[in-house]
């Protein structure tokens, strides 16, 4: 063996060394496959175990459903009250969070992980307020089912025929210390429920009768097993590899999953996502633009955004592609990056449009790679409404078929002069000029109208016999279909490149966005300028130096926000540091923008914790704006900016250039916020 596998793994060393960071609390899930299999039972169990040890245990939410041996092990604990919160009129009850970010215990019970949180809470999933203890060094034990983990989401809704809403990724079951598998046999369970300590009498039957029949908890337990062992393949893996174990250690594999704005794209993420990590795969999401299109629109975009929000969730590299042939970029993409594996969706077509019109997927299965293709069936499922206002069919322009119209008509007088110089059988291809031109200016649709008129005039004026649709000379009509076939072609050519220059323009767009935004910023006289202006920093010295930086911030506020406005037309606004910490409102694209102390809070978190917040995000998304950080070099927070815009909705080309602008912000700002 050479020396150089005999080290330990960077990476898995790293890896290893967080696990023993004191700082952050270790994760404790107690992993059932099915309602009333014990989970809580088994948490309260072990709760009291490191009480007797000395511990300090906690309840911070933990739900009986009045069972009378669970609620007598919580009794003995003590419990967090809970805290109340006005919705639609009602009190309803949640755990409350900062109550036990105060007590600060060394371990917390968070029962039930998967629970969504009522509105106007912190944190929209309580494995988000999790999140936040494990942050703080607290421990937490919490419980949940298989079924409620997104990858398995499309398998257990095949399986029991009930689609969870309640989920959660699973990078969050990734990062748990431990995890420990609550199994009892189906039989044990079936009594229980009869016995009605998982449900009442009534409820018992019905779930008996559907969700709770002996395949469906087969199948279940088999997916928590699976779930398991492959968390524990991985860490087992990752250890050998941080002690420079040596093993029979495969080739790293990397996967690509492709996707399009489908319902059914959602699917493919969750199934890429447990091939990925059943292989150990570095994993890609891949959206492929078509050329000359900023974005989708409607319900199609809900669709892409949906996805790719998920994708980013569970850990993928998002990537967007362009082009208009859809398997030729995910087979570049695969060359370029080393892919070893594609994940994509299998088309749900009739075999005889598939025939004529072959889909991404036919040109992948013949593709020549050294790849492993995964062709995954989309589940059917119940169709939405679109609850979009149907588009307005645009009105018929007629203008551009007369002026095809005027150009045929020129085309023949000229040609019906040509026709005593040229051979007639010629003059059929001076009409591709007007067919060119209509292409050109107009489009597809007036362009083949613009051919087969020309086709139809050349044949009444210049073939034998003359003044009627008839043709006896092969070689007349010969020339015709050459000219249908040339005009169709030139057609298409001419759309391609309108398109690509189109797709070329966006781009340049971006890029001179980007570099006018520098120049503006370059405009602003760099603090070391002013300051040896300044022959001593005497009072009024700083008097001028603390007007000088008001001036320049605000400048520098309002360029921020008018390169962000060019990117996507919303109201936003910019907040900087004070001396004292706080955060400042800058500058407003709307005089009339108002900001209430609610959206403050949320646009403090975001300076306090450098993350993404409010509406469209994971976390206080309940507010109408959401807010980015302004980080400098150092990945100090400089500020925040917030915009009245759904994080989610921003596709990924929108997302890197806000980052882009954020990024040149904190270069210019960074020593004037910090003065």
């Keep these: 063996m050479e020396e150089k596998d005999l080290r330990p793994d960077p990476d898995a060393l790293l890896k290893e060394i967080e696990k023993d960071d004191v700082k952050k609390g270790r994760l404790k899930i107690f992993l059932g496959y099915a309602p009333g299999v014990g989970k809580t039972y088994a948490m309260l ?42 919705y639609k009129g009602l009190l309803v009850s949640e755990m409350d969070l900062d109550a036990i970010l105060t007590r ?38 919490t419980t949940v089912n298989i079924q409620h983990f997104e990858s398995m989401n499309d398998a257990v809704a095949k399986i029991t025929g009930v689609r969870m809403q309640e989920t959660l990724p699973d990078t969050f079951f990734d990062r748990t210390d431990e995890v420990q598998v609550v199994d009892i046999p189906w039989e044990e369970l ?20 559907n969700f709770f029949q002996r395949g469906n908890l087969f199948a279940l337990r088999e997916l928590m097993l699976t779930l398991v062992a492959r968390k ?56 492929v633009l078509p050329t000359g299109l900023t974005e989708p629109s409607g319900r199609a975009k809900i669709y892409l955004t949906d996805a790719l929000n998920l994708a980013e969730e569970l850990g993928a590299k998002i990537m967007t592609l362009s082009g208009d042939d859809v398997a030729e970029e995910i087979i570049r993409f695969a060359t370029e990056n080393n892919i070893t594996r594609i994940v994509i969706g299998k088309p749900l077509r009739p075999a ?24 995954i069936t989309p589940t059917i499922e119940e169709k939405k409404e679109d609850i979009l206002p149907p588009p307005r069919r645009a009105a018929f322009n007629v203008s551009p078929y007369l002026k095809a119209l005027g150009m045929i008509v020129m085309i023949t007088m000229i040609n019906l002069i040509l026709q005593r110089i040229v051979d007639p059988s010629s003059l059929v291809y001076i009409y591709l000029i007007a067919t060119s031109v209509s292409a050109l200016l107009f489009g597809m649709w007036p362009s083949i109208f613009t051919s087969i008129v020309s086709l139809l005039i050349y044949d009444f004026l210049f073939t034998i016999p003359r003044y009627n649709f008839t043709m006896k000379d092969p070689k007349e009509i010969i020339n015709v279909l050459v000219f249908l076939f040339t005009a169709i072609i030139i057609g ?35 603090l070391e300028q002013l300051v040896e202006g300044l022959a001593a920093f005497s009072q009024e010295t700083m008097n001028t130096l603390a007007f000088l930086r008001t001036t320049i911030i605000n400048d520098i506020s309002n360029i921020t926000i008018k390169y962000i406005q060019k ?23 709307n005089p009339d923008l108002e900001i209430n102390q609610n959206d403050l809070a949320v646009a403090k978190w975001t300076f306090a914790h450098g993350e993404i917040a409010g509406a469209g995000t994971e976390t206080l998304p309940s507010i109408p704006y959401c ?31 806000l980052g882009t602008i954020s990024n040149l912000t904190s270069l210019v700002a960074a020593r004037w916020v910090k003065i």
């Design 45 to 86: 169990n072990e709760a009291h175990v490191l009480k007797k040890r000395g511990v300090d245990v906690v309840a911070g939410i933990v739900e009986t459903h009045k069972r009378a041996d669970t609620d007598a092990l919580l009794a003995g604990l003590e419990v967090i009250p809970r805290k109340s919160i006005e």
């Design 104 to 141: 600060h215990p060394a371990v917390v019970l968070v029962d039930e992980l998967a629970h969504t949180n009522i509105e106007g809470s912190r944190h929209p999933k309580r494995y988000q307020d999790i999140e936040e203890l494990l942050e703080h060094g607290i421990d937490v034990h």
């Design 190 to 209: 079936f009594q229980r429920l009869k016995e009605g300590k998982v449900y009442f009498p009534a409820q018992a039957q019905r779930a008996i009768d």
């Design 232 to 287: 524990m393949d991985s860490e087992l893996i990752n250890y050998m590899r941080a002690k420079a174990i040596a093993g029979p250690w495969p080739a790293t594999e990397k996967l690509v999953v492709c996707i399009a704005d489908s319902p059914y794209a959602k699917q493919l993420i969750r199934k890429a996502y447990a091939i990925a990590k059943n292989v150990h795969a570095e994993w890609y999401a891949v959206y």
């Design 352 to 375: 005889i449009v598939e025939f004529f019109k072959r889909s991404p997927t036919s040109r992948l299965l013949r593709a020549a790679g050294d790849f492993e293709l995964h062709l």
């Design 492 to 526: 298409q050519l001419v759309k391609i490149v309108k398109k690509q220059n189109i797709a070329l323009q966006l781009r340049l767009e971006r890029v001179v966005l980007i570099e006018e935004m520098s120049k503006e910023f370059l405009t602003l006289p760099p």
């Design 567 to 589: 990117v996507i037309n919303v109201p936003c606004f910019v907040l900087f540091k004070e001396k004292k910490g706080d955060l400042q409102l800058w500058a407003k694209s």
């Design 627 to 657: 807010f980015l950080p302004i980080k400098s070099q150092d990945e100090e927070i400089l500020g925040v900016v917030g915009m009245q815009y759904e994080f989610k909705n921003l596709l990924p080309e929108q997302r890197r250039i």
